[in-house]
Nanobody
Framework: QVQLVESGGGLVQSGGSLQLSCAAS????????MGWYRQAPGKSREWVAE???????AYVASVKGRFTISRDNSKNGLYLQMNNLRPEDTAVYYC?????????WGPGTQVTVSS
């Protein structure tokens, strides 16, 4: 059984920074890709960023230049450095790991950006 758990969320002022982490536990698994999603109140879940095993990254336009995704393949760890945060970044942030045949999700961590 594989579990993903996010950490690092919290309350920050506009313009501030946070780093989210996602740790995998349980059975050893290799993720083809890992990514971050977010869901704001009253909105559907939105893809934020992704990184594949080779290191290629991709971002939604609204976070490009402010967020950086990285991973530690040896630990199946995933990170999201978020700089210059804005109130519209307020959401629950979810980690996702994709292996052959299925996706794994964490329970989420709340990020709140005050204006």
């Amino acid at each position: 059984q594989v579990q993903l758990v996010e950490s690092g969320g919290g309350l920050v002022q506009s313009g501030g920074s946070l780093q989210l982490s996602c740790a995998a536990s349980g059975s050893r698994i290799s993720f083809i890709a890992m990514g971050w999603y977010r869901q704001a109140p009253g909105k559907s879940r939105e893809w934020v960023a992704e990184i594949v095993t080779g290191g290629t990254t991709a971002y939604v336009a609204s976070v490009k230049g402010r967020f950086t995704i990285s991973r530690d393949n040896s630990k199946n760890g995933l990170y999201l450095q978020m700089n210059n945060l804005r109130p519209e970044d307020t959401a629950v942030y979810y980690c996702k790991g994709t292996s052959t045949g299925r996706d794994y999700w964490g329970p989420g961590t709340q990020v709140t950006v005050s204006s």
